[in-house]
């Protein structure tokens, strides 16, 4: 299957429904991805004093207004917690600065109670204590979107199916095939089964490619995970690459787990080969 001649999706109709979210309406014209996506429930925040339990196999409203945004998450010690919203529009820089000052009590991002905020689209974290976890997810200037979560322990490999999966599930990479990458994280994690001597090449086929700005904001964000403006590869817990090619030799036979942050909610096809 070649994906690359079928490019990257850039409406934002088909942007939202490739993490899960979906928008209100959308044309019939809309290109699709040659793979099935999953198909999600939608589940509504609640107030602060009511938050509205997260449903791992869902798609999580962020409404315009914040004070509805509020929801909660059960997990135990040593879990992992990986949040990715999708928005209807971009962040704005100097309100992304002021969140990660703490000086906006308007712009809350990706809140968790004991585990911090996100001031972008991901929060990944480790939790140090059981317990129920309430957050928020809201952006000023009336944006709103979609998010999904995954709590998790376990990494189970699942066998390759055209796509990415959860950081929990990821799929097997196949050099032999081109992969489809979704519009977040969340669904772009795959795990390849080196041996000594070999190096695996990876190209994600972008439809535009950063520019000089943007690479040197990924780089001064110390490549976090976490950072508005950073994308890219990553390794385990990252950081990210800022690039759309990664390069990886084995010095011995080795399982690696990787992921690929999207470049602004761009969707993009995955080449992969081993020489």
Known sequence: MDLKRLGGITLLGSALMGCGWSPISSDSDIIQPPVELPTFTQVNGGPANSPSPVVEEAEHVIDIDGQYNHFVFDAEAGDRVLITALLANEIDPQGYQRCGQGADDAYPGIAVEGL?????????????????????????????????????????????????GPPDAPRHLDPEDDAWLSVTLMHNWFVYDGQAGQTLHLQAYLNALPDEALL???????????????????????????????????????????????LRAQSAVLDAYVE
Do not use: M, W
């Not at 996100?118 to 944006?143: H, I, K, M, S």
């Not at 994308?231 to 992921?259: A, M």
């Open 116 to 164: 911090g905020r996100a001031c972008g689209t991901v929060l990944f974290r480790e939790v140090a204590q059981a317990g129920a976890y309430p957050f928020q997810v809201a952006y000023p200037d009336a944006n709103y979107g979609g998010f999904n979560i995954r709590v998790y322990r376990q990494v189970e490999p699942v066998a390759f199916d055209g796509q990415g």
């Open 216 to 262: 040197a904001r990924c780089a001064e964000a110390d490549r976090a995970i976490e950072a508005k403006d950073s994308f890219g590869f990553l390794v385990g817990d990252g950081p990210v690459n800022c690039s759309d090619r990664f390069e990886y030799h084995f010095e011995r036979d080795q399982r690696l787990y990787l992921g690929f942050k999207p």
